[in-house]
């Protein structure tokens, strides 16, 4: 069957699972759903993530292990975490153990369930459980064996190896710069492994927002002065290379390749800027301390969140919809400016004499007079004269309106830039599916711009399914003029075998002699119009009698 065949499209784009048959044993069902990495559709990236955030989890549990005022207070909480944990991990090994015979690494051999025990990830799942179990049954103090704990942190190499292999297999021959190019920027090779990193960056942006957050806290600073230094230059390291492996390797991106204008380039886009400005106030603080008084900058360290605008097209949708609708919002900001300026100073004439420690000056009033127009009113600055409080109701009802033009027109422009967008998802669907199915690299683009537009498996399925379809329509000849039709040969040569097409469906539907006597009679159809008729059917044609 031809790759081309425009009836696998629809079975192609359905989401895929597990071909489950009834011969199948149990077990091979179960492996089918759970662990095959192979099989699109089933739960094994659903289960590695989640075990993935569990193992974090447990880290950062046994750091605050070692803070005794945090300890102390939730040991309760901190067993029970354990214990679950424990039952998990546990759990996941005996169903590992018990699928063995269904891995691909391990069906073959003769002690599938052997094999797998003596396996370096089975190992490290036994020895990440192991110390719970020897502290219950074993009556021994075995708090030193606590730390084999640590060990859970390497299941994460079940996730990270196969992507590294992949990562491998797709560069392999590329040089080592177009490597940490594919792993630091979104391209064709970065595979896993760049999701991976990425997701290691968001982790640590969260992580040390947080941290700078608790930090403002005193209570919870005094407690963990140390652990927040500690976390705030681990992550100042990870940034710091982030930044460099980005300058380093951004000469392999088009636009980019001059080593010296091109890092310069890449340095001075916002993403970059916002790089450099999330590790600045870490060294300035270090180098200049003895010069200048610094601390501020460490509030700064909350812009780190802005790194996160990488990972998501919502802020340059946004930055889309304030660039088209910028005439618009900048001329309701001249209206706003133009009342609040002009209510300030009739509030500045009529309160002044009134209450002159308040309405003190026009730059005063206007505080007030945005207040209002806000529809917040703090009630610090007040009106008391009665043509004060007049305007005051003007304006209030004024403000409700006019502060609402610039949020409806971003709502509404907003929500029309990502019609747009879909649209243009969908022309680009037309061109894909113009051999009447989906590719890999077809299949990788309409993901990632799935991604961007926040689009479901299911809302992608329905958006394939309607670009097929209008795209049949497009195609379907008959349904277009004849003059359009005749513009154009392809569709002329088209429309020519399906009107011939239907002409012999009529020669072999209709009595042959009773069609004729019809034709003659009255000269409904000519001598040359009978004669085509005749031929369509199959008859030879008449020589004329001399």
Not at 68 to 95: C, M, N, R
Not at 225 to 250: H, K, M, P
Not at 468 to 497: G, Q, Y
């Amino acid at each position: 069957m031809s790759n081309h065949d425009p009836f696998l499209l629809e079975a192609e784009t359905e989401p895929q699972g597990p071909v489950i048959t009834p011969e199948m044993s149990l077990r091979h069902k179960a492996y089918l759903w759970l662990l095959d990495p192979t099989i699109e559709g089933n739960y094994q990236k659903d289960i590695d993530r989640w075990i993935g955030i569990l193992i974090v989890t447990n880290l950062i549990a046994m750091l605050f292990e070692h803070v005794p005022a945090v300890y102390e207070a939730y040991k309760g909480w901190f067993h029970v975490f354990d214990v679950f944990s424990v039952a998990v991990f546990t759990l996941e090994y005996l169903v590992r153990l018990y699928l063995a015979p269904e891995d691909h690494e391990f069906k073959d051999s003769k002690h599938p369930y052997l094999n797998y025990m003596r396996s370096p990830f089975a190992v490290i799942d036994f020895l990440a459980v192991a110390p719970f179990y020897l502290q219950a049954f074993i009556p021994v103090d075995l708090r030193a064996l606590r730390f084999l704990r640590l060990l859970r942190i390497l299941k994460l190499f079940r996730v990270l190896i196969p992507a590294w292999k992949e990562f491998q297999i797709a560069n392999r021959g590329r040089t080592f710069r177009q490597k940490v190019h594919a792993l630091v920027f979104p391209s064709d090779f970065g595979g896993d492994l760049h999701h991976l990193f990425d997701n290691f960056i968001v982790f640590w942006v969260i992580v040390s927002v947080v941290a700078v957050i608790l930090e403002s806290v005193h209570s919870i600073h005094y407690i963990l002065n140390i652990e927040f230094i500690l976390l705030d230059a681990i992550a100042v390291g990870i940034f710091t290379i982030e930044y460099c492996l980005r300058l380093y390797s951004c000469v392999e991106a088009p636009g980019f390749k001059n080593p010296v204008w091109g890092r310069l380039k890449q340095a001075k886009s916002t993403s970059a800027v916002i790089d450099l400005l999330a590790v600045l106030p870490f060294f300035l603080e270090v180098f200049l301390h003895h010069l200048l008084d610094l601390r501020f900058l460490r509030v700064f360290r909350l812009l780190r969140l802005l790194k996160l605008t990488r990972y998501t097209g919502a802020t340059n949708t946004l930055l889309t919809v304030v660039v088209r609708e910028w005439p618009v919002l900048a001329a309701s900001a001249f209206v706003m400016l133009l009342l609040v300026v002009m209510t300030a100073s009739l509030g500045y004439l009529f309160e002044h004499e009134a209450q002159p420690e308040k309405f003190e000056n026009i730059p005063q009033s206007i505080y007030w007079a945005v207040i209002t127009l806000a529809s917040v009113g703090y009630g610090d600055i007040s009106p008391i004269t009665p043509m004060g409080r007049i305007m005051t109701i003007i304006l209030a009802l004024l403000g409700i309106g006019i502060f609402a033009i610039p949020a409806a027109l971003l709502s509404s422009a907003f929500s029309d830039q990502l019609r747009i967008e879909r649209e243009s998802l969908k022309n680009q669907l037309y061109e894909m599916l113009a051999d009447g199915t989906l590719s890999e690299d077809e299949r990788e683009v309409l993901n990632h711009e799935a991604k961007r537009l926040h689009l479901s498996k299911e809302e992608v399925h329905r958006l394939i399914v309607q670009a097929k379809r209008e795209r049949e329509l497009k195609e379907d000849v008959s349904a277009l003029p004849l003059h359009k039709i005749a513009a154009n040969p392809e569709h002329a040569v088209e429309h020519f075998k399906l009107v011939l097409s239907q002409m012999r469906q009529l020669a072999i539907m209709t009595d042959k002699e009773k069609f004729e006597v019809a034709a003659q009679r009255k000269d409904r159809l000519t001598a040359e119009e009978i004669e085509l008729w005749r031929r369509i059917h199959g008859e030879a044609p008449q020589t004329p009698q001399a």
